[in-house]
């Protein structure tokens, strides 16, 4: 249930709602950035709550909100939300490419890779130091020290960090160290780790879960916007479907259903949507004329030395080709492509 003020209400109507919310055992939550002060009821709300909020001095309208989550639905929050990671803008009007390897390897093999990179348009690295291995026996990431490397080579290069994290244990150590948390497809329904991430203030890069549907998708998002963490991006990063053909089928439907049914952005991953690297370049573009927000690609020194994701990693040359034919698609959707300007702090 939203619920709408009139213009100019006084702060005591603000808290006269708030109070009959909280009352009734519900939380508020009021948005930033939004012209009327709107406020959400977060809960399950009940019969008779909506006539007595409609009823309080400075209401002008109770919305229910249909869908299940609310905090992440376009009905509760009109406007397109705008998250900024050390200055680099994602949800705007300049695509914003991500990229770096699967995992961190090593100084050597990072910083080469954060300069290509960059120097080919990207403007957030990746890398992963804890990695989500289907098999125990496979290289699971440098932990902390892949942090240490991942905060050393982006601030040598200035350029922000996003890693994952997969224990609730871990997120304040990642978070001292990253610019963005990620949640991994396999745990966009840890509903811990979900709570724990939406308890710090950081960026966060929700992935898919390979099968989840786009609703359930969403409530792990309202998970994080309940602990009052706003700053989600969602990630498409292809489904489990019949197709075997490639490692995941990119589902292309999610992003103009994503902007037209929530105010997040929402960016593709056509390295684990495809798990090949000549399919990662067409299927990254099909996704900006779909109008995602930005991408998300694995990029290494020698793919087929990679610890992690080899196949589907590109080759600086392969990244660069790819940054070369983004342009036109990006002005197709009246958009151009984020560059590097960002000022990190020592
Ligand atoms: C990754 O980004 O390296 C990763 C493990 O992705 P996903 O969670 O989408 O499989
Ligand atoms: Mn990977």
């Not at 990630?235 to 105010?263: M, Q």
Request: charged content about 25%; overall charge negative.
């Amino acid at each position: 249930m939203i619920v709408i003020m009139r213009i100019g209400c006084t702060q005591d109507a603000i808290t006269r709602v708030r109070n009959r919310i909280e009352d009734a055992g519900l939380r508020v939550y009021i948005p930033h950035g939004v012209e009327r002060t709107v406020i959400g009821v977060v809960g399950e709300s009940f019969p008779g709550l909506r006539d007595a909020l409609e009823s309080l001095p400075g209401v002008d309208q109770v919305i229910p909100v249909s869908k299940p989550y609310k905090l992440a639905s376009r009905e509760f929050h009109p406007e397109d939300t705008i998250v900024e990671v050390n200055g680099v803008v994602i949800g705007g009007d300049e695509i914003v490419v991500m990229a770096g390897p699967c995992a961190v390897e090593s100084e050597e093999q990072l910083l080469v890779t954060a300069r290509a990179v960059k120097e080919a348009g990207a403007s957030i690295l990746r890398g992963g130091a804890y990695k989500p291995r289907t098999s125990p026996y496979a290289f699971r990431g440098l932990g902390a020290n892949g942090l240490r490397l991942l905060a050393e080579v982006g601030h040598k290069t200035q350029m922000p960090v996003v890693t994952e994290v997969m224990s609730p244990d871990d997120v304040d150590l990642v978070a001292q160290y990253a610019d963005m948390l990620q949640i991994g497809s396999r745990n966009m329904q840890n509903y811990v780790l979900l709570d724990e991430v939406g308890r710090t203030r950081k960026p966060v890069l929700l992935k898919r879960g390979m099968s989840a549907n786009m609703s359930e998708w969403l409530l792990a998002a309202e998970y994080l916007l309940a602990q009052g963490n706003e700053k989600v991006v969602l990630c498409e990063r292809g489904i489990r479907t019949f197709e075997d053909y490639a490692r995941n089928t990119l589902d292309i439907n999610a992003i103009p259903i994503i902007e037209k049914v929530s105010h997040l952005p929402i960016i593709a991953d056509p390295s684990h949507a495809t798990g090949k690297w000549y399919l990662v370049t067409p299927v990254a573009l099909a996704a900006v004329a779909a109008g995602a927000d930005g991408l998300l690609i694995e990029v290494h020194p020698d793919p087929d030395l990679a610890l992690a994701d080899g196949p589907q990693s590109l080759t600086f040359e392969n990244f660069r080709l790819l940054m070369s034919q983004l342009l036109p698609l990006a002005e197709a959707r009246n958009r151009s492509i984020a560059t590097q300007r960002v000022r990190i702090k020592p």
